[in-house]
Every structure is written in C-alpha cells, then in structure tokens.
C-alpha cells in the first residue's frame, strides 16, 4: 500500500487520547506522592542549614546551565527549520523540538528540586525509631516522582503529537527526541563534571592529604560534593532517562508506522502506558519489610512489576493488533511473512523486559561487593594502586563484552522473529526498547534513591545530629544506592543500543524518500556516498571516525575532570593553608567559592563534547555521503555500547572493591591496601558519573542528527554532484565548529594552566 | 575480460626472479649486518655472565613456546585443507600457511638470539671512549639486521610463491598471510605477557616496596625482566612486523590481480623491492654525528630513506605501468575509469609513506618528554596518583582520535584517486600499504634499538662494570629508545587498518564467488545473512560484537599481566623474606624461579586469547552469515586501531611522564610524584607493552580467517538453508571453543588464586 493512505480511524483517536489520559494520571501521582516526601519531617537546624546551602548552590549551577542552553536550543531551532521538508511538518518539528528540550530541562529540575528537599528528610528520619524502613521509604518515592514525571510527560508528549499530526507525527516527533536527547547529553556532560570535579577535588585533599573523613565539614569541597551529586546524579540522570524514554517511543512510532500503519503508530503508545502503570505499581508496592536489604525490597518490586508489565503487554497486543500482516496498513512490503503480528509483537516486548532483568542481573554480578569480580579488585589492593586500576579495566571490559553481547542476542533474537523482513526486525527491535521501558519508572525511582541517601549521609555526617545507629542507616543506604546506579547505566545504554538500532531503519527511511525525489543517481563519486555497503573504504572510514567519536567525547569528559578537580585541590589547600584555623574547627571554609569554580569550571567545559556530538555526523554526512554515515553510526554504537559499559562498571568495581576494604578485609581503612582502592575509586569518577553515563545520550543525538540531515545530504550530492562547492563547505564548517570546539578547549586549558601554576608558586613565594 | 585469461608473460616471470635475487641480497646484507654486530668486544667477565643467564631464559622460552604453537599449527593446517577449494590450491595454500608460521617464528627467534648478544657489547661499548655513537651503532645494526630479515624473508616468501603458481598466487599468499599473522600474534601475547608480568613484578616489589633501584641486582626478578625484553620486545615485535609486512604484500597481491591482472601482480613487488634497498640504505646512513641525540639520527634516517623510497616508487609506476587501465588485464571492471595509472598507483604509494612520517611525527608529540601532552601528564603528579592514570588516559584517548582520523583521512585520500571505483580504491589501499612498508626496514631497526639498549643498561647495573659516564650514555640510548618503540606501534597499527581495509575487498571478492558457484539465493534470512548493507539490525550486531572481541583481547591480556605479576611479586617477596642475605649482597637470589614462573604462566596465558581471535569470526560466520561477519571485521577494525593506539600511547606517556620527574622536575625521585608516576608506568606496562600491539595482528588474523572462511559460509548457507543444522553447530561449536576457553581461564584462575592465598596465608603463619 503506498504511503498516504494510511488511514487515522476515530478508534485510534479515542485510543490515544486515553493513553494521554493515562499520562495525565502519571504526573497526578507524581504530585500526590510529591506532597507525600515534602510532608516528612525537615531534620534539625543545622540539617536545615546544611540542606538549604546545597538547595542554593544546585539550583543556581541548574540556571546558569540552563540559561547558557537557552541559547544554544535557539540556534538549533532555527537551523532545524533549514532543512528541507514540508512547511507545517517543519514548523511543527521545530515546535516539538522545544517541547522535548524543555521536558528534559523540567525533568531534570524536577529531580534535583526534589532531591535536595528529601535529603534532609531522610537524614532527619534515620534520627528516629524505625529509621531504616522510612529512610528507604521517603528516598524511594522521590524517586517515584521523578520516574512518573519522566512516564508521565514522555507519554503525554508523544500522545498529544500524535493526536495533532496523526500520520505526520513520526516526523514531527523526531524534533522531539532530539531536543530531548540534546538537552539531556549537556544536562549529562555538565552535572557529571560538576559532580565529579567536586567529589574528586574533595577526597584527594581531604581523604589523601590531611587524612580527614569523606564530607568532614573543615574540607571546603564537601557542599559542592553534595550540590553535584542533585546536579548530576539527578538532574542529569532524569533528564537521560526522560531522553532515553522519549528516543525509543519516538523510533517505535516512526517505523511502527511503516511496519504497521495506524496500529504500529498506537500499539507502542499502549505498551508505554502500561509501562506507566507498572511503574506506579512498582513504586508502591517496594517496601522494606523487616530488616531486609533497601536492594532486596527494590529487586523485588523490580522483578514483580517486570512480570506484570510482560503480562499485559502480551495481552494488549492480542486484543488490539490482527491477526496477519495483510491487515495492517504499513507502507513497509511485508506480504511475505507469514508470522503472526501478535504472538512477535508480544514476543518482542517480553524479550525487552528480560533484557532488563539480565541486565540487572548482570551488573549486579559484576559491581557486587559480594560477588567474584570486585572482591577480586580488591584482592589486588595487597600489590598496590597499579594492580587495582589494573584488575579494575580488566572487570570494566569484561562486563562490557558481556553487556554487549547480550544486547546483541537480543536485537538477534527479535531478528529471528522477524523472519527476515528488515522492516519487521527494526519495528521488533523498537518494541523490544518499549518494553525495556516498562520497567524506567522503577529504574528512575531506583536511581534517584542512590544521591538521595548519599546526600543524607553526608548530610548527617556534616550535621553532626546522628547518632551511629542512624549513621549505620545511612551507610547501608548508600550501599545500595551504588548498586543501583550501576544498575541504571545498563538498562540506559541498552535503550540507546535498541533505540540507536530501530533509529537505523528510520534513517533508511528517510534516505530513499529522499533518493525517490531526487530521481536518478549517477554513478562514480556519487554512487559511492550513497552506498550502505559496509565493505566500501569509506564506509569503513565512517565506523572508524563513530568510534573515534565516542573515544574523543570520553576523553574530553574526563579531561574536564581531571582539570576542573586540579583546580578545586589548589584552591581547597589554599584555604587550609591560609586560615589554619579550619583544621581545628575555629575557621568555617569558605564553601561557597569551591561551588562557584565547579559551576563555572562545568559549564565551560560543557560547550566542547556537546558541539563535537553535534556537528561530527554532520561533518561526515557531507562530506562523505550518507553510506559512510551509517557506517559513522554504527562504529559509534558499537564502540559507544561497549564504552558506556566499561566505563560504568569498572568505576563501579573500583568503588566498592573500596567499600570492601573499608568494611576490614586487606587491612581495612587506613591500610596501604585502602590507600590503593581510593586511588583505584578516584580514578573511576569520572569514569562512572562523567563520561560512561554521557556516552548513551550522545549515541541518540547523533543518531537524530544524521536523520534529520539525511534527506538534506542526499538533496545536495544528487545529481551529478552539482552542489560539490556547497557540499564540501558545510562539511568543513562543520568540521571546523567540532574540531575548532576541542582545539580552543586545549587552548583554554593550557592557558589556564599557566595562570594556576603562576599563582602557586606564588603561594609557595609567600609561605 | 572474465577471469583466467590472466596471462604471466616472461617478462614478468623474469622480473620476479630478479625481485627473488633483491630478496635474498637482503637476507645476504643482514647476514654481513650481523658479523659486524658480533665482531664487537663482548664485554667484563661479570657482563657475559649476565648476558648468559638472559640468553638462556629467553631460548629455553622461546622453544618451549615454539613447541607449544608446532601442535597448534598442525590444527589449523589440517583444518585448512578442509576448506573448500581446488585441490593444488589447497594444499599450497596450507604448506603457505606453514611457510608463514615458519618465517615468523624463524624471524623471532633470530630477533632475540642477536639481541641477547647485542646486549652485553652495547654495555661493553659504553666502557670505552667514544661509547655514545659506538654503542649506538651497535644497537641500530642490530636492528638493522632484524629488518633486512623481515624484508628479505617476506619479499622472497612472496615472490617464489608467485613464480610457482603466477595467476594462482593470491589463493596461496593467503595461506602464507595467515601463517605469519597466527604466529605473531601467539608470540606478541605470550612474550608480551612474559615480559610485563616480569617488568611489572619486579617493578612492584623493587622499586616500591624495597626502594632499591631498576635493575638491582638484589631483585630476583631483574634477570626475568631482562629475558622478558628480549622474548616480547624483539622477538614479539619482530615477528608483528613480519606478519603486517606479509599480509599487506598479500593484501595488494591478491587485489592487484583483480584490479590490472599481471602488472598489478608484479607492481606492488617492485614496490616492496624498493623497500627493501632503501632500509639497507637506511640503516647504513644512520649514524650519530658528533654529541646529537640518538634520535636525531635516527629521525634523519627515516626521512632521508622515506624521500629516496617515494621517489624510486613513482619512477618505477612511471616505466612499468601503461598509461590507460585499458591496457591491463584485472577482473575488476575499470573501464570507467579514466585515470591514469600510474599516477594513481605512484600517489597511492607516496600517500602510504606521508602516512608513516605522520604518524612518527603524532606518536613523538603525544608520548615525547619534551612535549606538552606528557609534561601535563607529568603535571598531575602533582595531585597523586589517581591524576595520573586519569590525565594519561585522557591523552591516550586523544592522541587514538588523531591517529585514527590520520589513519582515515589517507584511505579517504586514496578512495578520492580511484575516482568511485571500488575495485581500483581497494588496490589503491593495499598500495599505500606497500607505500608505508617502504619505511619497515628502518622502523624495525629503529624498534628493536628499545630492548637492546635496555637491556645494556640493565646489564650494566647489574655488573657494575659501568663507569658514571657510561651508565648516562646507556641512560640516554633507552630514552631514545621509549620513543622509537611507541612509533614502531603507530606504524603497525596503521599497516594494520590499511591491509585489514584492503583484504575487505577480498573477502567480498571471495563470496561473489562462492555466490556465483552456488546459484540462485533465496529471499528471508538466507538473503539477510548475505546482505552487505550496514543498516540491517545483524549487520550491527556484527559491529559491536567485533568491538567487544578486541575488548576481551585486551582485558584477558591486561588480566594475564596482573595475574601473572602478582606470582612474581609473592615469589620475591619470599626470597627476600626466607633469604634476608639478599639485601645485603651476601646471598645470591634464584632468577631462574622467576624466569620459570613467567615461561609457565604466559605459555598458560596466550592460549585463551588466541583460540579466541581465531574461533570468534567462526561463530559470527556461520551463525549469522557473511554479511555480519563483514560488520563484525569493521567493528573489530574501527574499535581495533582506537584502542591499540590509546593502549600504546598512554602507556608511552606514562612511561616518559616518569622520566620526566625522575629528571627532576615535580620533586624529582623519591618524591611523591615520582611514586605517583610509577603507578601510572606500571599501569602502562601491559598497556603499550601487551595488549596494545598483539592487537595490530589480531586483526589481521580476524581478517584473514574471515577470508578463507567465507566460500565456506556462502556454500553451507545457500540454496534454501538445506544445511541449517550443520551450519549453525558449526557456529556453536567455534562459540564454545572461542568463549570455552575465556571460561576456562576464568577457573583455572581462580583456582591459581586460592592456592596462591593458602600459600600466603601458610607463609605469614611461618614468620
């Protein structure tokens, strides 16, 4: 059937509009347990002043940033209705762009809004009888009302697009995934730097140096230490996951729309509404029972709501989807399968819920204290740092190729559904991502749950206000909030392998439409750019240059750490060196101006990964044609799943192969075996909060960059090559903007630099 | 013009045999080379005695190694023969294989035998007067023979085969490729692993624990170490460099047949031919004049040979090529193309040696003590240990970026010459590999000067035979020698890229092959399982299951490393501690334990990773077909380069961080950013010295049983999955042979561990 016809019953609009209902209901939960979080008990003064100094610095850093991003969603806006297409599909896109930006930005305020509230409120309940219980309880709503609001307004943005553009809407959704995925990578890349710098700057001054504990208030990086974990583990990490919601409902829509017409373009729409259903189930039914674990009781609200959330999906996609493929409208030609559209599309979501659940499984396995692998890492503390970093990659890339290859068996099982129709696979594939979604509200609640408790441990351990019972509360708290964390960065760069994969085809897509417009191709040059074969030089130029990407956008991340925490050291040794009173309790640092560098020192540093993630794909797109591009995506993703991942669970090894040592095995705290371990912790910093949990936004956005530029690269090189001059020059502006971006920031840094080094041996001059 | 009319006319046989006679007057000068090297005063008593010990090790490792790998080879040569194929094919292709692996080994061997007796009259030279330029001489002849035996060998294999089976060559040179390749990989991992578990452990407990110099000869270790160099730095490396020369020269034969038939036959031997006169010219004009650095000279070497090969390159395009692809007789279709021949064929080549001088130039900014990248490593020392690791990765990240993108701009440049065909672009790559092997003879020299000079100063230590004067000229000479190894990396990964790029082009001539052999392919997934197209969701499977095997390549390889190092390190603790005369030189320790833990574990240790790289592209092969083998071989190529550099060029980094602050700056030695910069050495050692490299021929390896596997998948596959069954056990089987063996590792590992624990715990109730 061709495109056009497919036709938007009064059935679909009443279907749609009731998931959009559905949504509504999502963010009247997240307002009912909202109200439940701010009604605890708000701590003692001094919790209350401590909390209010990281509610001041964490808001201020979020408007700086989101002020500095204002102008740069600006530009995008108008660059994106540049690019060729049908005038009210490109206003709308634009306009959806916006939208999508904007809810990232809000979900993310929301999450250090609330974050920074409910600290204070569960270090004040660890203070009380039953502590444990309603510790976990007020961390773990937080969390639910960041992950319903990410449900919430990710289901209703994409319902109401789809109501208003009916069929256009794929195209106008792209708009909104990526302003999404854009505003999430930099909400990502600048509250990891912050948070890092800070943590980083923190321990390596006061746990190394002056040998005084994690959050002692006499180091003036702790409050910026407490401000970036709300910026970063957060805000940061709702926004991502709000993105990765988002992205994947969008790629589900746009090729359920060429797989199956009207039902491909709602049935996504239903799995996610259950998915915000057992979301809300997941949040309420997770109680700590008794003296169990705060993980054994998420774990099993995890694995409950999984299996309901499995349950109906399947029933959902027998009651509303035919039969036999003859009787979806898709434009996609799948006259030759013969499977049944619901036994795979039921199939598809449930190979989705159990990828999450191995998933969870797995990462547990690898960053576990209890398990082989950092029990292993920690073992090498007895050889020194060296063997710990080293043992520490050696997990990281393990995990990864085992993350890896589970992913990859999944996208291979849905294939096999498929029975060979690519159409169907990607479809699959993006419903597989659909149902790894069902199981995001209770990610994100379980997410939000581990800078909670850290920031109330800190928070308490600042104070001074809790006795040990409660500080014991708090510690087991944070324990598992690491977990946790890990746990999250697996399912989000799954997500961005499954939404990255379906996104693939829409890019196909998009590519011949816009080959159909343009009539014949030539061959030579031409023919070569426009050639998905994976065995051509450039192509292989393409996977090469995607994953230089990734490893570039790592480096640059972590380098951003490692100066902005230099310059965070040097400023914390100057306060103890120039009021000596701070040591001995009579001088009160001043933590204001370690919060002022991390902004500052972040938001800068934010500028150069985000313009390299925008401006390479396009680079390559121009300049080498739109085969090479596919092949530019693919190297990013491959390289970047298994980045993500390394990257993730090496820095999570690190940090609790160090929790090990300090609970008395290797000699315990103070030992050169803990020594070893912070070494082997620091290190992971930025890996884990800063560059791996950046990579699986900045697959998106680069994904969403090279479809909404395809039909624009296929426009101008078709035919014979008649725009060569203007081609070859936006590929080298756009080059110039990426690389130039990198080289200014080596630029910066080295003067900077040459400032700070003048500016300590001044200092040595003076003492 | 269809396949077969290829002729080989008398002039061609004719100027083959001429190219033979170069061949063996390489091997001729390389046998001069090595009198001169031995006629050079052998040294103190105490030094030869020294030199014999390590002599001893290394041989009695290599044979044991070498017998090891005899049983392994014998596998693959039967498993060879039961590929598909013409008979007479066949079996050349497997006495080839055999030929391959015997160079290799041959070449190893030879490498570490003179290097072994370099060694002592190096340290001897720096006695005497004039010990600078004498020693010098020495160590680069050394090389010099080392690379006149890579050149001869590979040049001579080649070209006897070609004379044997002319226009049948190309099948044959595969056997012959892939014989060098599985050699130089098994000895790169196994003397890899060798001599870092050695360097490493000596390192910890030396220089860390007891505060006694490198090369003291109190550490049991230090003779191990020793060995180690000589095992993985010369006969590791020169086996590698034999393999990428092979394989390239392989790589441009079998596609230059496709593309010009006899004379792109021949042409890519003249090229290769010319290398080989412009290394002996190279290592006859490298002399240090005066008090100039080593390098200098060695820069000057390079570059003078690199301009007088690229001119004697296009002289020969010039007299031997016709001026229209007309004229010649390739199978590829080139009748579009209207370049000329011999200019592409002379600009390909010269591109091949800009990228060599490229790369030198990159390779000495990033890892040079005298540049700002490892000053700024040096920098962080400042801040510990943990800024280190973090600022050096940073830089290795980096510079892979560069380095790739180097890598990427000249295939682009080369694709832009072949004007759109992809036949001619893939000839033109494998060129520019033989363009850039113009250069090996000197590379190799220049890499094999590391290890030797190292190894004289550590004799040197050891002996005490060596006046102040002396030591600081053998101190410079191993300076000189850091960079010269990390450019001899840049150099082969590079090869690597090129020729895996250029052997793409064979495998998908190979599969159109077996395709037009097998008939008519049906549609679903049988055609899925053959499609190129880099969009399908299996073709990206492929892409990051390629990424995740050169992932668990490096991380079994880093593992080994610490595995292995951590033995050590508890052995020489308990000679020092059962044998308190050692430190005060009245006891004297076992070096042969050590050298026999390190043969027995990194015999134990190279198997895993090798029946990975062989078994992995088996499993994808037959389990998901040819097309996502094709993605797999790019995953593994695009995520293979970036990582080999980033391994190489942090570890160099770190290495000449160190050297930095031990010249003084940051405190200086002693100080606690000297310890913090041994950390980041010791990180680095299994990085640069490890995985980094086995990486160049473990893709190659990959490539090239993708290669002679792939008539084998299309035969099973097609017509109509008949063989279903057969293929996909085939698959499991390679799966289970591939990851059996990763398992397997795991077990026997922790077995080692809990023994090695019981041992300690044994040992500390003793004390």
């Known amino acids: 059937m061709p495109e056009g016809e497919i036709v938007f019953g009064a059935g679909s609009y009443t279907t749609v509009a009731v998931i959009a209902l559905i949504a509504a209901a999502a963010l009247g939960c997240a307002f009912v347990l909202r109200r439940q979080v701010l009604a605890a008990p708000d701590g003692t003064a001094k919790m209350q002043d401590i909390g209010q100094a990281v509610q001041e610095g964490a808001s201020a850093y979020l408007r700086r940033q989101l002020r500095t991003l204002v102008l740069f969603a600006a530009v995008v806006f108008a660059l994106l209705f540049l690019l060729p297409g049908d005038g009210g599909v490109r206003l709308g896109r634009s306009v959806a762009f916006l939208f999508g930006a904007g809810f990232s930005a809000a979900i993310g305020y929301l999450g250090m809004w609330l974050a920074v509230r409910a600290n204070v409120r569960v270090a004040s309940a660890a203070t009380r009888p039953g502590g444990r219980a309603e510790g976990a309880r007020i961390a773990f709503r937080t969390g639910g009302v960041v992950g319903m609001s990410v449900v919430g307004l990710g289901l209703l943005g994409a319902a109401l697009v789809v109501l208003v553009y009916d069929v256009e809407a794929p195209a106008v959704l792209e708009g909104f995934g990526f302003g999404a995925a854009l505003l999430a990578m930099f909400m990502r890349v600048g509250g990891g730097i912050f948070t890092k710098a800070a943590d980083v700057g923190a321990d390596l001054v006061g746990k190394v140096e002056q040998g005084i504990p994690e959050d002692d208030p006499r180091n003036a990086a702790t409050i910026a230490d407490n401000v970036g974990d709300n910026v970063g583990d957060c805000a940061g990490m709702a926004a991502d996951l709000f993105e990765s919601y988002a992205v994947t409902l969008v790629a589900a829509l746009i090729l359920g729309k060429a797989a199956m017409g009207e039902q491909g373009l709602v049935f996504p729409l239903i799995v996610t509404a259950i998915g915000a259903f057992v979301a809300l189930l997941g949040v309420f039914i997770t109680r700590v029972r008794g003296n169990e674990s705060g993980l054994t009781a998420i774990n099993r609200g995890f694995y409950v709501s999984a299996v309901i959330g499995a349950v109906l999906a399947g029933v959902a996609a027998f009651a509303y989807l035919p039969s036999s493929f003859d009787q979806l409208s898709g434009t996609a030609d799948l006259s030759g399968v013969t499977a049944d559209p619901r036994v795979v599309s039921a199939l598809a979501v449930l190979i989705g819920v159990v990828l999450a659940g191995v998933i969870l499984w797995v990462t547990g396995y690898f960053t576990g204290t209890d398990k082989k692998p950092t029990l292993g890492v920690a073992a090498t503390s007895r050889t020194g740092a060296a063997t710990v970093v080293l043992s520490g990659i050696g997990v990281g890339f393990e995990s990864a190729v085992y993350t890896a290859g589970i992913i990859a068996a999944a996208i291979c099982g849905v294939f096999l559904l498929a029975g060979g129709s690519i159409s169907l696979a990607l479809f699959l594939v993006a419903l597989a991502g659909c149902g790894l979604l069902t199981t995001v509200g209770v990610i994100v609640a379980m997410d939000t749950f581990g800078p909670v408790s850290d920031n109330a441990q800190g928070i308490a351990e600042m104070s001074g206000d809790v006795d040990e019972e409660g500080a014991q509360i708090l510690t087991d708290l944070d324990a598992v909030g690491n977990t946790t964390k890990a746990i999250t960065k697996g399912i989000a760069i799954a997500t961005a392998v499954l939404a990255a994969t379906a996104l693939f085809g829409s890019y196909a897509d998009a590519v011949s439409h816009a080959l159909a417009q343009v009539g014949a191709v030539g061959g030579g040059l031409v023919a070569s750019m426009l050639s ?66 991390c902004t500052r020192d972040s938001l800068r540093e934010l500028v150069t990964p985000g313009l390299l993630a925008a401006f390479a794909p396009i680079a390559v797109g121009f300049g080498l044609g739109v085969g090479p591009l596919a092949g530019f995506l693919a190297g990013a993703i491959g390289t970047g799943v298994l980045m993500a991942i390394f990257l993730a669970n090496s820095g999570g090894a690190w940090d609790n192969a160090k929790k090990i040592v300090e609970d008395g095995k290797f000699g315990g705290k103070g030992s050169d075996a803990h020594a070893a371990t912070v070494i082997g912790d620091t290190v992971g910093d930025p890996f884990k909060d800063t560059a791996g949990p950046a990579i699986n936004p900045l697959i998106k956005v680069m994904n969403l960059v090279a479809l909404l530029i395809a039909p624009a690269v296929v426009a101008i090189s078709v035919p014979e090559d008649a725009n060569h001059a203007l081609r070859i020059g936006i590929a080298l502006v756009a080059a110039a903007v990426a690389f130039g971006a990198v080289a200014w920031s080596r630029v910066r840094a080295s003067r900077l630099e040459a400032t700070e080094e003048a500016n300590q041996d001044a200092a040595q001059a003076t003492v």
């Open 532 to 597: 998905y074969e994976i065995i051509s030089p450039v192509t292989l130029v393409g996977v090469i240059l995607g994953g230089a990407t990734v490893f570039l956008f790592s480096g640059l991340a972590i380098d951003a750490v490692t100066r902005a925490a230099g310059a965070i050291v040097f400023e914390v040794r100057r306060q103890f060196r120039e009021h000596p009173g701070i040591m001995t309790f009579d001088e009160r640092p001043e933590y204001g101006k370690v919060v002022d560098i």
